[in-house]
């Protein structure tokens, strides 16, 4: 795939690539998802549920050394769902929101959310297809 030089540049971060995994709240339920990338205001993340344009979310996730400018911090971050994509062929749903605040957490904190994450999955609680 290649880039248009000529394309005109809106994203007002740098973004970073960042595969990992976060927990995304929303509704009153948590569903897993993986990071693709992020930047200092925004995300973009696979997740085993859709999400509706405008959709108000909670994610929990370790923020890179590279944003923080320092160490690797567990953060629980707020946002609005800005597009989403379908699945398609068994690939999970790709989102894209805006993140408007975040929230330092303590490690521990972070490890039940993944936690919670784990057990509804096995349980059968989240929504889509099973992760590959």
Same mark, same amino acid.
């Given at each position: 795939?290649?880039?248009?030089?000529?394309?005109?540049?809106?994203?007002?971060?740098?973004?970073?690539?960042?595969?990992?995994?976060?927990?995304?709240?929303?509704?009153?339920?948590?569903?897993?998802?993986?990071?693709?990338?992020?930047?200092?205001?925004?995300?973009?993340?696979?997740?085993?549920?859709?999400?509706?344009?405008?959709?108000?979310?909670?994610?929990?996730?370790?923020?890179? =050394?590279?944003?923080? *400018?320092?160490? $690797?911090?567990?953060?629980?971050?707020?946002? &609005? %769902?800005?597009?989403? !994509? #379908? @699945?398609?062929?068994?690939?999970?749903?790709?989102?894209?929101?805006?993140?408007? =605040?975040?929230?330092? *957490?303590?490690? $521990?904190?972070?490890?039940?959310?993944?936690? &919670? %994450?784990?057990?509804? !999955? #096995? @349980?059968?609680?989240?929504?889509?297809?099973?992760?590959?």
């Amino acid at each position: 795939m290649s880039a248009d030089p000529n394309r005109l540049e809106r994203r007002g971060a740098q973004r970073f690539e960042a595969h990992q995994p976060l927990a995304v709240h929303f509704e009153g339920q948590t569903v897993p998802g993986f990071i693709q990338d992020l930047s200092g205001r925004g995300i973009f993340f696979y997740a085993e549920t859709a999400l509706p344009q405008g959709a108000i979310v909670e994610l929990t996730f370790t923020m890179p =050394s590279e944003i923080t *400018l320092g160490e $690797n911090m567990p953060v629980r971050c707020r946002g &609005r %769902v800005l597009r989403a !994509s #379908a @699945a398609q062929g068994g690939q999970r749903n790709g989102i894209a929101a805006q993140l408007s =605040s975040y929230e330092y *957490l303590p490690c $521990n904190e972070l490890i039940a959310d993944f936690a &919670r %994450v784990s057990a509804d !999955s #096995a @349980a059968g609680v989240a929504s889509g297809p099973s992760p590959r």
